[in-house]
């Protein structure tokens, strides 16, 4: 197909999706990287534009907007919104994770739910998506109102939710305390003790390994990628953002297999710790954020090295970056320098971390560059195995859990390989990602007829 028509097609469908929600920069650049990746399959593929496939992804199945009343600790009303963007149910009940933070809109979930739905197909588990949560900001919340809110939060949440038809999850500012709560008042409600949410605690339905999996599976899709140039772990500093969930077993997985972390970050700032986070160092950061909530500067206190106040990780020197914080955090300068300095790894645990202009950048330098939606799936994943467990009634072993969850990332790799190899040296990972994910769902609404 030439690339006129493929620009002219993408352009066309961009000015349709800004044309309906123009206020949605976020949801457009998901949607634009999506597109491009998959104008020239379509336009092959025309039964697809006859079923109109796109412009029935871009629209979600539902979308649901709540108030959530609470009463804070100084017996103050406070008032929140409360969103469940319920995407696509082709391939099985809504599943994707709730996000509690200041920033959180309909743009910013419409572009997580439609990352979703493709990163839930790549699992190859019978998952569609879905994306939820609040403008609520855990930050500086003690327990009992983080208990409040989340309990205002599901008093509404449960009447759209169940665990064949949605099933939410954590995601930015929603961890084992927040699913707990969530979880205790949808089973008060409903009087049904069942598998309505994921990253449940082991003791009452979790899966073992799904705390680590997003981070972990990161690790283990570098590592395929890796592999195809005849590299590994062994040796390699590594650069990773964030200091939550992701980014600490990120870090865990690479000292496992033989490479050096030597930076974290949070909103505030990172460190950077030249002689690498080892195990030890690793426990105090775990505890420092999951059980004190604290500030990754404390690390740099601590240990003596050095604070990078206000600032991202991407100007360390490194062979592989994981940006496992946030979307947009990683620019097209921010990706040059990573890329001058010999960066031939990036593997993103987070969702879009990597603006467009970054992703073109690693592209055109044909390094290495895993997308969220295939790179993050292993968070999901394992979700997805949480479901399975729930159904059987029956729970895995860590093993069992970790060996699915690498066979499900090596999986997914393969699957990008086969839709994104454009030479014989170079696979485009976007392209094979969407592309990928794309085909079951776009068979399976077809097959399921205009609904
Ligand atoms: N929030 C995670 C993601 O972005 C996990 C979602 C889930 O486990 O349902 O994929």
Known sequence: MNAKNSQSFVDDFMNYVKSKDPRQPEFHQAVHEVVESLADYLLDNPRYLHARILERLVEPERIIQFRVPWIDDRGKIQINRGFRVE????????????????????????????????????????????????DFDPKNKS???VMRFCQSFMTELSRHIGAYTDVPAGDIGV?????GFLFGQYKRIRNEFTGVLTGKGVEWGGSLIRPEATGYGAVYFAKEMMSTRGE??????????????VAQYACEKVIELGGKVVTLSDSSGAIYDPD??????????????????????????????????????????????LPCATENEINKEEAEILTRN????????????????????????KILFGPGKAANAGGVAVSGLEMTQNSMRLAWSRKEVDDKLHSI????????????????DFTNYVKGANIGGFVKVANSMIAQGLV
């Open 87 to 134: 995407m696509n149910s082709a391939i099985g009940p809504y599943k994707g994770g709730l996000r509690f933070h200041p920033t959180v809109n309909q743009s910013i979930l419409k572009f997580l739910a439609f990352e979703q739905v493709l990163k839930n197909s790549l699992t190859s588990l019978p998952m569609g998506g879905g994306k939820g949560g609040s």
């Open 143 to 145: 327990d009992n109102e």
């Open 175 to 179: 961890g084992g305390r927040e699913i």
């Open 232 to 245: 590994s772990f062994a040796g390699k500093i590594v650069c990773i953002s964030g200091s939550g969930n």
């Open 276 to 321: 690498g986070i080892d195990t030890e160092k690793l426990a105090y950061v775990m505890e420092l954020k999951n059980i004190h909530r604290g500030r990754i500067r404390e690390y740099a206190d601590k240990y003596g090295v050095q604070y990078m106040k206000g600032q991202r990780p991407w100007s360390i020197k490194c062979d592989v970056a």
């Open 342 to 365: 010999g960066c031939f790894v990036v593997a993103e645990g987070a969702n879009m971390p990597s603006t467009e202009e970054a992703v073109r950048h690693f592209i055109n330098t």
């Open 409 to 424: 990332m090596c999986n997914i790799h393969e699957m990008c390989v086969k839709y994104g190899k454009t030479t014989h």
